[in-house]
């Protein structure tokens, strides 16, 4: 039986850190209902980290439940028809809770989803941030129209580009960079 003498507390951690099957950083997007923006990033985020290989994972929440019925079901065939292939699950789209707060980093897609998180969990502020951080709030399109749909999954996929930028310089390890 031989005995492996670490050098360093860091060590040590590194060496139960590539054991553990958790990813090093967790991302929550929000929006208002989780129907577009928050799915989107989640997914475009997902991707990029994948494609980064980076230990990332990305989630999507909203702040309120989803609308009901008949106005959800035209929303997510319009967006079918606009994103063939690429639609994310929204089904994975829950509303926020206090357990989504152990995650790394909380992304509102405007300023007013951040405030609202930011009041619904004071203490943890420190890891809530929105798109305006990562170049500009992103809002919905004012009209069903599937270009306009397009340029805001378009800055989507930039500010996701742009949170991943940010977590692969601050909040992962070291040797995960």
């Known amino acids: 039986m031989s005995t492996i003498l670490w050098e360093s507390k860091t060590e040590i951690e590194y060496a139960v850190y590539r054991k553990s099957p958790r990813p090093a950083a967790l991302v929550v997007f929000i929006d208002t209902d989780g129907v577009f923006r928050a799915p989107f990033a989640a997914y475009y985020a997902q991707e990029a980290a994948e494609r980064r290989k980076l230990p990332v994972r990305a989630l999507a929440r909203s702040l309120y439940p989803s609308p009901p019925g008949a106005a959800l079901a035209e929303t997510e065939a319009f967006l079918r028809q606009t994103f063939p292939g690429v639609f994310p699950q929204r089904d994975t789209c829950r509303q926020i809770s206090e357990a989504d707060t152990c995650a790394s980093l909380l992304v509102g897609a405007t300023g007013v989803h951040t405030r609202a998180l ?8 420190t890891r809530i941030t929105g798109f305006a951080a990562f170049g500009g709030d992103v809002f919905l399109p004012e009209k069903p129209e599937p270009q306009a749909y397009r340029r ?16 692969g310089k601050e909040l992962l390890p070291p040797h995960d960079r």
């Open 152 to 167: 805001c999954a378009e800055l989507l996929r930039e500010r996701t580009d742009a949170v991943l930028d940010r977590i």
């Open 118 to 125: 930011i009041q619904m969990f004071p203490l943890y502020a």
